[in-house]
């Protein structure tokens, strides 16, 4: 490299610094040595320097009425804070991971009432209870101890039995 | 707007070479910008980003228009040659040169390709690198460097063509 004298699209390069480090410490060495280079750099290097005069000559303020029409062009088209709050929330990086979410909560929450809906007959065990309370109240020997609590036991008592022995029944006939 | 305005006015300007489509182009970008500001990727160059899209527009718009020009009308806002924004420390023989070499440099940058035009404009006027001119023009880096060398190379032979005839 410092023999030979750089080409013009290198010096651009290096003008610009867009040469590896070091290809641009070659550069640099051989500009400080060879005056011919030097002056091949220092014309490319005015070059710049003409074309920033120049558009610091016709730099522009932006108009007034540029600005204005930018801004009646962005008012007329209104966007809702609710839309723009939705469409983020639409994103594939949230809205996909938030469908997930979802998707699996109400599965879970189906799963869940369809066990319970399992578990309904609780009912019938109400029922059982019942009839083992009446049933005991005939058999055993403590039958004198009323399951039904006094309060309620105002003559219904047979009523309750009858009742809770169609129902023991049913239970064993299941 | 305040913040990015002028730059982008400036640019759009400087790809055009005329006020009147400077201004459709910035008008356009910003409402671009508007519409589009959820595609922004924080953490990059917001200039950046309206640059390629008044790239992407002005492309567009010489694409619709299949190569023809229009004649620069004449704006209220001329041309702010020694004041505005300009820094005081200029020395007057500075801009004597300046106002001398401006002239000649702005026929030779009408006379190049829009294309030439944008890298030459990205790269030495604005300062961008060769991997930020390729993402904001949609090229190769490779691409950003062979434009640029040409439009340097033709650059330099107009300015000397115009500067003789001054």
Known sequence: MTNEHIDSSTLIDYLHHELAPGQDVLVHAHLT????????YEAEARLTEALR????AAERELPL????????????????????????L???????????????????????????TQHAPTIAAAYYLDAHAALSNRSLPFAQT????????????????????????????E | MEQYGKATYNFAYRLTRN???AADLTQEAFIRVYRAWRSFVPGTSFLS??????????RDELRRQKGRYQEEIPEDNAPQAFGGSRPLAVEPIDEYVERQMSEPVAKALEA????????????DIEEYSYQEIAEIVGCSIGTVRSRLHRARNQLRRLVTEHSTTL
């Open chain 2, 49 to 58: 980003w309206i640059y390629r899209i008044v790239t992407n527009l002005y």
């Open chain 1, 90 to 116: 639409v994103r594939p990086a949230i809205g996909l991971p938030a469908a997930a979410v979802l998707v699996l909560a109400l599965a879970l929450g189906f799963a869940s009432l369809g066990s319970h």
């Open chain 1, 33 to 40: 040595a060879c005056t011919e280079c030097a002056g091949a």
């Open chain 2, 19 to 21: 006020d009147s489509d």
């Open chain 1, 53 to 56: 005069a120049e558009a610091r």
């Open chain 1, 146 to 173: 009323s399951v039904v609590p006094a309060a309620l036991d105002n003559g219904t008592t047979n009523a309750g039995n009858a009742s809770a022995a169609i129902a023991a029944n049913t239970i064993a006939s």
């Open chain 2, 112 to 123: 190049l390709t829009p294309d030439q035009r944008a890298v030459l404009v990205l790269a």
């Open chain 1, 65 to 88: 009425r540029v600005e204005n029409h930018i801004l009646t062009g962005i008012a007329g088209r209104p966007i809702p804070a609710w839309f723009q709050r939705l469409h983020i």
